[in-house]
């Protein structure tokens, strides 16, 4: 049986140490690898989804899941937790197995991962230049139909115009950077965070050293450089934690896992941004866009 989230583990967060930190909102990534057997991704999707409200179940409260609006709210001891699919490929297109993962919990949703799939082409499949499917626009139809967050991160470029043609409201980069700090495929373009921020939504920045730097270890402050890029753009209300936690191998020096929150908020006081604009940063923006979609 998979180890308990409310229990101290290795690797980049877990149960103590989000309350340890104040986290009052946490995504929880469902990803698989995808593969050419969706049935077998599904289950393991399903397994996670199993594991996390087993764990919620045994944390006394401590550990909620956050299905609406009211529950985005932050709640003295306790870590709302917000499941999301890092990847559809596993539902085959199928509207009826999305709105099956909504009732078992699933909030928030990417399209595809870095692949092409029946929905849409990834970020790193550079050489079509394919956008949404007819099947993705059905799903994001049906995402929105749901109050489900549309999330852009992993998506090709094309797709990214393409969805925001198909949807309406604010939707999320739940962790993708500047492209104009660092050209990567997985950063937002200037044009890209500009729509983002004319429809509401926020770009959670990543800690991933390939994201932030073009080359060697990175630092809190090349972290920053992004930030201030994005508030230069589009304002500071439109910049959010991606973090991507337990998903990447290398990090900026001094931003090891949630216990080392607080080196960020000192570095954002360093940078310039005051008291509000950092809370705001720190969750208070993404938490804006979930109560508007969730309700």
């Known amino acids: 049986m998979a180890q308990s989230l409310c229990e101290p583990m290795p690797g980049h967060l877990d149960l103590p140490r989000l309350l340890e930190a104040g986290v009052g909102l946490q995504f929880f990534a469902l990803f698989t690898v995808p593969s050419h057997d969706a049935g077998a991704n599904l289950r393991r999707i399903l397994e996670m989804i199993t594991h996390f409200h087993h764990s919620a179940a045994q944390s006394e409260g401590r550990l909620r899941p956050v299905l609406t609006a009211d529950d985005v709210e932050p709640r003295e001891g306790t870590v709302g937790g917000l499941l999301a699919v890092e990847g559809l490929s596993s539902i085959g297109g199928s509207v009826e197995v999305l709105e099956a993962l909504h009732r078992l919990g699933v909030r928030s949703a990417m399209l595809t991962w870095n ?38 991160s992993h998506l090709g470029e094309k797709g990214f115009w393409d969805l925001l043609e198909a949807s309406e409201g604010p939707f999320i980069a739940s962790h993708s950077n500047a492209f104009g700090v660092r050209e990567h495929p997985r950063n937002l373009r200037d044009e890209q965070l500009k729509a983002l921020a004319a429809r509401g939504g926020v770009a ?13 270890p990175a630092t809190l402050e090349d972290l920053i450089r992004h930030m201030r890029h994005i508030a230069d753009l589009i304002g500071p209300q439109h910049i959010g934690l991606g973090s991507d936690f337990d998903g990447i191998s290398a990090w900026p020096e001094g931003l090891g896992g949630v216990q080392d929150y607080g080196n960020l908020r000192s570095a954002l006081t360093q940078a310039g941004f005051s008291d509000a604009e950092s809370e705001g940063i720190l969750g208070g923006n993404m938490r804006r866009v979930l109560r508007a979609v969730l309700a």
């Open 115 to 152: 692949e092409r799939n029946d929905l849409a082409d990834g970020a790193l499949e550079q050489t079509s230049g394919g956008g949404l499917s007819s099947a993705g626009r059905r799903i994001v139809q049906a995402m929105q139909r749901l109050h489900m967050v549309l999330d852009v």
């Open 204 to 216: 959670g920045m990543n800690f991933y050293t390939q994201f932030v730097v073009d080359e060697g």
